[in-house]
Every structure is written in structure tokens, then in C-alpha cells.
């Protein structure tokens, strides 16, 4: 099943048209997929994740999430799209600072489903080693732990589409390596993940992989 299509989309800024980080880019993807965008800092990557999630306006084109047109849509359409099929995983911390980090994951799963699954938060927190700091603040967590606590976010509202966006930053290789092994579960188990990376390593465990240069995907050869 196509869980995400992108059709000859072009981001162009308007204070400057002459900067397009984004240019025609056609993108399908799966059911299943686990996709890995790469390329240089500054390149436009976010800029074409953001895209893909409905955060960015685009210039030309069309995005379509689970079939539907998201450049169509109200805004109450498009944020319901985002609450319910689209987990992100942002560079920048987007915790609730007031609340702990089990609560912010019981708030974010309440949004799609108003039975809460405790033994799925606790599954989850237990998994990135965070069960232990479940009553602590965002802002009382090291740097790796709120990147997977960010991870876990994404994770508990069971999405179509990870949107991860560097998820390993912060991160020593041990938790790293776990992040991206739980991403590939994730895959294993139906949805889709489009993973923004700088390390190879990480980029290796893809099916699909692209280089974003001059504003186009370019598809490169999978081992």
C-alpha cells in the first residue's frame, strides 16, 4: 500500500526564489519501506522531511499522505493527518516541559486513542532506558535521553509514517544502534520510516536509498 506520494514538488522561499532547496523531486513510498535521505548539511533534507509531513508549504506539486492530498486539505484536516499517521522524530527537542516524560507519552497517545495502554508506554520507555527516569522533566534528562524519549513519542502512537530527522544525534553507538534497530522493527511490523542521516552505518540498514544534491533525489545502489 502507498502510504506516501510526491509528486514533481519544488520549495522555493519567498524572500529569495532564486534559493529552491527543493526541486521537481517525485517520491513514492510503501507500506513497509524504510527510506534514507543523505546528503551535506544544509542541503535541504529537513527542508523535504518537513515536506513530507505536512509542516512546510510547498511552491508547486502535490503531497499525498494515505491517499489524500494534503495541499487540499483544511487545516483541521491536515493536523488530524499529522496527530494520526505521522510520528516525527525532530533534530530540536519537542517534549512538553511541563509535563514528565511518561506523561508526555500518555498525552501524545491519548491525541489518537483515548484508551491509554500503560504497558505500552512502560514497553517503550523500558526498551530506550528511560523507565527508571519515567517522573523526571525534560529539561532534568541528558541530551541522549531526551533524544529517545523524542523517539518514543513518535513510536507510541503506533504512526503509518516515522518522519526521523538525524534520531541518532546525541546518542552513544550502544543507543544508537538501538534506535535504528527499533526503527527496522518498526518496518518489519507494516509501517514506513524515512530516516534523514550523516552516518553510513545507520544509512546501511535502509532498503531505499537517496542522496538529495542540487534539489533532486538521486536513488542510490542498496548492498
Known amino acids: 500500500m502507498e502510504v506516501c506520494r510526491l509528486e514533481n514538488v519544488k520549495k522555493s522561499y519567498e524572500a529569495d526564489e532564486n534559493v529552491t532547496p527543493i526541486k521537481q523531486v517525485s517520491l513514492s513510498i510503501n507500506s513497509g519501506n524504510f527510506l534514507c535521505i543523505e546528503g551535506p548539511s544544509g542541503i535541504g533534507k529537513s527542508t523535504l522531511l518537513y515536506i513530507i509531513g505536512g509542516l512546510l508549504n510547498i511552491s508547486s506539486g502535490n503531497v499525498f499522505i494515505d491517499g489524500k492530498n494534503i495541499n487540499t486539505m483544511t487545516d483541521k484536516e491536515l493536523t488530524d493527518i499529522r496527530r494520526n499517521k505521522i510520528g516525527f522524530i525532530f533534530q530540536d527537542s519537542n517534549l512538553i516541559q511541563a509535563l514528565t516524560i511518561e506523561e508526555n507519552l500518555i498525552f501524545v497517545q491519548s491525541?489518537?486513542?483515548?484508551?491509554?495502554?500503560?504497558?505500552?508506554?512502560?514497553?517503550?520507555?523500558?526498551?530506550?532506558?528511560?523507565?527508571?527516569?519515567?517522573?523526571?522533566?525534560?529539561?532534568?534528562?541528558?541530551?541522549?535521553?531526551?533524544?529517545?524519549?523524542?523517539?518514543?513519542c513518535a513510536l507510541i502512537k503506533d504512526p503509518l509514517l516515522i518522519l526521523a530527522d538525524e534520531p541518532t544525534n546525541?546518542?552513544?553507538?550502544?543507543?544508537?544502534?538501538?534506535v535504528i534497530n527499533l526503527l527496522s522493527e518498526v518496518v518489519d511490523n507494516g509501517k514506513s520510516v524515512v530516516l534523514v542521516t550523516h552516518n553510513t552505518l545507520w544509512a546501511e540498514k535502509a532498503q531505499l536509498r537517496f542522496d538529495l544534491s542540487n534539489g533532486v533525489l538521486h536513488e542510490k545502489q542498496c548492498l
Open 170 to 178: 546525541d546518542l552513544d553507538e550502544y543507543w544508537a544502534n538501538e
Open 111 to 152: 491525541m489518537v486513542n483515548k484508551k491509554k495502554d500503560y504497558g505500552k508506554v512502560k514497553e517503550l520507555l523500558t526498551r530506550l532506558g528511560l523507565w527508571e527516569r519515567k517522573n523526571f522533566l525534560p529539561n532534568e534528562l541528558s541530551g541522549g535521553q531526551r533524544r529517545r524519549a523524542m523517539v518514543a
